[in-house]
């Protein structure tokens, strides 16, 4: 496991695009799980700012590791934040794009993203497998949209869970814990003030970290990065 930290948001969204350049660059197909909320959002600009051109798009599936149940025209959707950031500047083929249908009703889109998981990525012991899973953290330790109050749901034996979200009730779609940790890599993405307590519960293995399903991902592969910046960082790089 890797941590990189960098000076701010800017600067992870640069150190990120190019890693991710550096990873699709002569890949014959790459399939990767996007996640949502806000950091994306300056993160996915500069990557179709400054790469629009210079990756191959063609090649690149987008999935999503979570979204909510949310018609894709709602200021709540993860597609939609992903289009209008990304997904809108770069010329990528629609049968490329996978989206959760979130105006679907929840269990049933569950099952249906489920199988198409399954008929879409390679699989090996069962488990279809991600090329990269891109994964965002809460600063209640949540990961993907598994939370520590339905954290039973990370180890679901299914591919995608109904969860709901602690506060609000939003219903949200989510991959499990065996589909995060089967990718052959995942990076966090995590940045601001607002996570650098449960960054350091879980880097220093405090009491209770394992309440946090993002303490839980722990890729087979072993190639797990975190991209931080110095504000989500705060409280372990002065430790070290
Ligand atoms: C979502 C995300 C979620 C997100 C974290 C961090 O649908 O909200 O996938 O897991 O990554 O909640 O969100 P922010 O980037 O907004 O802090």
Redesign the pocket.
Known sequence: MEIRILEDKNAVAKAFASHFANIVRDQLSFNVAL??????KVIFDLLADKYADTIDWSMIHFYW????CVPPTDDQS?YKMTKVHLLSKIDIPKDNIHRVLGENTPREEAKRYSDLLRTHLRQEDGIPRFDLVI?????DG????IFPHEIDLWSDAKSCVVATHPESGQK?VSITGNIINAAEEVIFLVT?DN?AEKVKDIHTKAEGYKQYPASLVNPESGQLTWFLDKAAASQIYKIN
Do not use: Y
């Not at 590791?65 to 909510?68: A, F, N, S, T, Y």
């Not at 994964?135 to 600063?139: I, Q, S, V």
């Open positions: 996640s949502g909320g806000s950091t994306p590791g979570d979204e909510r993860n994964l965002g953290m809460g600063d949540h990961t993907a949209s949200r601001g996570k």
